[in-house]
T-cell receptor, first 114, second 117 residues
Framework: GNSVTQMEGPVTLSEEAFLTINCTYT??????LFWYVQYPGEGLQLLLK?????DKGSNKGFEATYRKETTSFHLEKGSVQVSDSAVYFC?????????????FGAGTRLAVHP | EAGVTQFPSHSVIEKGQTVTLRCDPI?????LYWYRRVMGKEIKFLLH????????ESGMPNNRFLAERTGGTYSTLKVQPAELEDSGVYFC???????????????FGPGTRLTVL
């Protein structure tokens, strides 16, 4: 079946540290891959996405590359800020029948300290 | 442009009671999805509407859950009677039809936190 596995948290970093949150997936077909973020007290926001192999999604200094050979979509940021503290969700979607539904990982909580 | 809105933001009810959650999608979005996150686990798909029609309700846990989208605008999700394991955060999302835009990206509401005591 289709599934997403991401590293367990919480991840605790100091400001300006390098961030990696690992995400791997299992899917039949050719999924699109996403990172969503949930800031405290807010809803889910799309952070970035990639729709085909070797695509790189980027936004707000975050990057993730769609690696088909390793079925991975790891999230990275070179220098985190306190404002990046949030829960990050990796997800895939498969387009079928004119729509897609998202399959999420369990989420990784990131806490950044000054 | 207004985003996806959900009401209420929090609901605390006792086991056996009924609760109705509401979602207003982004105007013009015909796709509407419900998801749920239970106990810090992964967010799971519940069901999908295209306009007023249910396209996929494979994720609905059982027949205590009833979703409607009369008129193809807002949607409600009713839980009756509520059980302890129904506690969690219920998210709604919307997207345009494939023919009208980027259906690949779903826009989420802030969620409704449901606590069943």
């Amino acid at each position: 079946g289709n599934s997403v596995t991401q590293m367990e948290g919480p991840v605790t970093l100091s400001e300006e540290a390098f961030l990696t949150i690992n995400c791997t997936y299992t899917a039949t077909g050719y999924p699109s891959l996403f990172w969503y973020v949930q800031y405290p007290g807010e809803g889910l926001q799309l952070l970035l996405k990639a729709t085909k192999a070797d695509d790189k999604g980027s936004n707000k200094g975050f990057e993730a590359t769609y690696r088909k050979e390793t079925t991975s979509f790891h999230l990275e940021k070179g220098s985190v800020q306190v404002s990046d503290s949030a829960v990050y969700f990796c997800a895939l979607s498969l387009f079928s029948g004119g729509y897609n539904k998202l399959i999420f990982g369990a989420g990784t909580r990131l806490a950044v300290h000054p | 442009e207004a985003g996806v809105t959900q009401f209420p933001s929090h609901s605390v009810i006792e086991k056996g009671q009924t609760v109705t959650l509401r979602c207003d999608p982004i105007s013009g979005h015909d796709n509407l999805y419900w998801y749920r996150r239970v106990m810090g686990k992964e967010i799971k798909f519940l069901l999908h509407f295209v306009k007023e029609s249910k396209q996929d309700e494979s994720g609905m846990p059982n027949n205590r859950f009833l979703a409607e989208r009369t008129g193809g605008t807002y949607s409600t999700l009713k839980v009756q009677p509520a059980e302890l394991e129904d506690s969690g955060v219920y998210f709604c999302a919307s997207s345009p039809l494939f023919s009208r835009g980027d259906t690949d990206t779903q826009y989420f509401g802030p969620g409704t936190r449901l606590t069943v005591l």
